[in-house]
C-alpha cells in the first residue's frame, strides 16, 4: 500500500468540484458553482513537427497536447504533488465510467485503480499515450495549477487561476515520441467528468459547452464568439447538427448519412459515394461506426469499405470535365492531380469539387469541406485528396475519424447541455479566422 499524501489545504474546493463531477457523472445534472460565472479562453498553437494542436493553460509548464476525445488531463508532477485517497470522490470520478461498467480503459485507458480495495491508499488514474491509444501507465490523480483569462467572447479580460485534477504522467508517457518537443502532457477534452471542459463546467457553471477554432483559441462555456473583423456574433450565423455518443468512447459522433461529391459553381452531377447500407452508422451496443472527430489524428481517415466508395466517387467527379491532370500518388494518399492543370480560386483555394457530409433529421445544413480543408500541396505541381484508409484493427473502430487538417479553420462549438455541434464550415473569406480572437484585454 502506498502511503497517503494528500494535502488538506486542497481539500475543500476540491470535492466542491469533484461532488458536481460525479453527480453530472451519475445523473447528467447541472452543475452548480459559486463566485465567476464568465467563461474562459485559452490560446491555441500547432507544433510544426507532430502537427498536434496544444494549449498553454497549464501554470509554468509547457502547453498539452488537445485531445478532443480524451477523458483526463496528465501532465508531468514536481515530487511531493498531492494525491487523493481511494475512496475520494475524485477518486471516483476518474473510475465512474469504469463503475457503470463501461470498459472505457480499453480504448482509453480513464479507469483508476484502487490498491487492493483499501480506500485510504493514493488514487491512480491510467492515462494513455494520445495517438497510438495503446500505451497506457499508472500516476498519481494529482491537482494541476492553472489559468486561463475570463471573457466576454470579444476580448481576454482579466486572468483567473483555478485547479484541475488530472493524472501524474508516467514517465513513458511523457518522453513518448508522439508528444511535441516541449509539451508536457495532454488535455482530454472528451465527454467524461475529469476532462478539462467537464471540470470547467462543474466549476464554473457556465454550461457543458466549449469552443475550438484549430489552430488559434479555444473557449470554455457559454458565449457569443468574435473572431477577427467579421461583426456579427458568430454563434448567430453558424450551422448545427445534433451531436451522439458512443457507448465505448468519449468522442463526440456526428450523424452523417451520406457523403457526396459535387463541383462548385459547375453544372454538373453530385456523385453520391455508393456505400454499403448501414456503413456510417454508430453501433449503440457496441459503440463500433459512426462519424467521429479528432483533433489527434492529422488527416480524416476512412474505414476501407468507406474509403474506396469515397475515393471513387471523387475521382469520377473531378475527372468529368476532362480537363484535371492525375499525378503519382504521394504517400500516405492515393488521389493526386496536377496544380498546373487546377484553377485557384481567390478565397477558398483551389477549383476542385467540394465533398458534402449529408447530415440527418435536425442538422440546419449539410456540412460541406471546401477545398482549403479536402486538399493538400504533398508535394511540387501536387494536390492531394487529404484523406487516408484506416489500418485494419484502427483504435477507434470508427467508420469514419474526421482529423485536425479537416477542421482547421473552421470554428466548431460543442454543446453537451443540448447535445449540439455548431460548425461554421471553413472561415476562409468570411472576415473571421481562428487566429482572429481579440487577447488583448480593453483598459
Ligand atoms: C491573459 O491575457 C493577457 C493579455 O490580455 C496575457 O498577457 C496573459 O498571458 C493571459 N493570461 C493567461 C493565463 O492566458
Ligand atoms: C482516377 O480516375 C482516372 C481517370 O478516370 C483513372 O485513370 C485512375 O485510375 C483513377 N484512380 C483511382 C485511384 O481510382
Ligand atoms: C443534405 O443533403 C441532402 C441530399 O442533397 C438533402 O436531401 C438534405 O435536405 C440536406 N440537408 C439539409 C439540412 O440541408
Ligand atoms: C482588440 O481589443 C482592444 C481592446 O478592446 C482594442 O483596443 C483593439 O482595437 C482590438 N484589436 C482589434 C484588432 O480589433
Not at 466508395?309 to 492525375?326: C, L
Request: hydrophobic fraction near 40%; glycine fraction near 10%; include cysteine.
Amino acid at each position: 500500500m502506498r502511503r497517503l499524501r494528500f494535502h488538506h489545504l486542497l481539500a475543500v474546493p476540491v470535492l466542491l468540484l469533484a461532488a458536481a463531477v460525479v453527480q453530472e457523472c451519475a445523473a447528467q445534472g447541472g452543475a452548480s458553482a459559486g463566485g465567476d460565472h464568465a467563461p474562459l479562453v485559452s490560446p491555441l498553437a500547432k507544433d510544426p513537427a507532430t502537427s498536434l494542436y496544444t494549449i498553454s493553460i497549464k501554470d509554468g509548464a509547457g502547453p498539452l497536447v488537445v485531445d478532443l476525445a480524451g477523458p483526463l488531463v496528465w501532465s508531468a508532477c514536481a515530487s511531493g504533488h498531492p494525491t487523493f485517497p481511494c475512496g475520494s470522490a475524485e477518486c471516483d470520478a476518474a473510475n465512474c465510467w469504469h463503475q457503470q461498467g463501461r470498459p472505457w480503459h480499453q480504448d482509453y485507458g480513464a479507469g483508476a485503480e484502487v490498491d487492493g480495495g483499501d480506500r485510504f491508499c493514493a488514487c491512480t488514474a491510467r492515462p494513455c499515450d494520445p495517438v497510438t491509444r495503446d500505451r497506457c501507465a499508472p500516476g498519481d490523480l494529482t491537482t494541476f495549477a492553472m489559468s486561463a483569462n475570463a471573457t466576454d467572447g470579444r476580448n481576454a479580460l482579466h486572468p483567473v487561476a483555478f485547479q484541475a485534477v488530472g493524472a501524474c504522467a508516467p514517465d513513458q508517457l511523457l518522453r513518448s515520441r508522439s508528444l511535441p518537443a516541449g509539451t508536457e502532457g495532454v488535455a482530454g477534452f472528451g465527454r467524461a467528468p475529469l476532462s478539462l471542459p467537464a471540470q470547467l463546467a462543474a466549476r464554473r457553471g457556465f454550461g457543458r459547452r466549449f469552443a475550438l477554432c484549430l489552430p488559434g483559441v479555444a473557449i470554455f462555456g457559454d458565449t457569443p464568439i468574435y473572431l477577427g473583423y467579421y461583426p456579427p456574433d458568430l454563434m448567430t450565423t453558424i450551422a448545427s447538427t445534433p451531436l451522439a455518443a458512443s457507448p465505448k468512447s468519449g468522442g463526440y459522433y456526428l450523424p452523417v448519412e451520406a457523403i457526396s461529391v459535387s463541383w462548385p459553381n459547375w453544372n454538373a452531377p453530385t456523385a453520391r459515394a455508393a456505400l454499403p447500407p448501414g456503413a456510417l452508422e454508430l453501433d449503440a451496443a457496441t459503440g463500433r461506426g459512426g462519424v467521429t472527430l479528432s483533433t489527434v489524428q492529422r488527416y480524416t481517415a476512412m474505414r476501407s469499405d468507406v474509403y474506396r466508395a469515397f475515393v471513387r466517387a471523387f475521382n469520377e467527379t473531378i475527372s468529368t470535365p476532362g480537363y484535371v491532370k492525375p499525378m503519382p500518388a504521394v504517400a500516405p494518399f492515393e488521389l493526386c492531380y496536377d496544380t498546373f492543370s487546377l484553377r485557384r480560386v481567390r478565397v477558398l483555394g483551389w477549383d476542385v469539387p467540394s465533398i458534402r457530409l449529408e447530415l440527418g433529421a435536425g442538422a440546419s445544413m449539410n456540412w460541406t469541406v471546401a477545398s482549403g480543408n479536402s486538399m493538400v500541396q504533398a508535394a511540387d505541381r501536387t494536390l492531394c485528396l487529404a484523406v487516408v484508409e484506416m489500418g485494419p484493427g484502427a483504435a477507434h473502430g470508427a467508420a469514419v475519424v474526421i482529423g485536425g487538417y479537416q477542421v482547421e479553420d473552421n470554428l466548431l462549438v460543442f454543446d453537451e447541455d443540448k447535445e449540439v455541434l455548431h460548425f461554421s464550415g471553413l472561415l476562409w473569406g468570411s472576415g473571421a479566422t481562428c487566429s482572429g480572437f481579440n487577447f488583448t484585454a480593453p483598459q
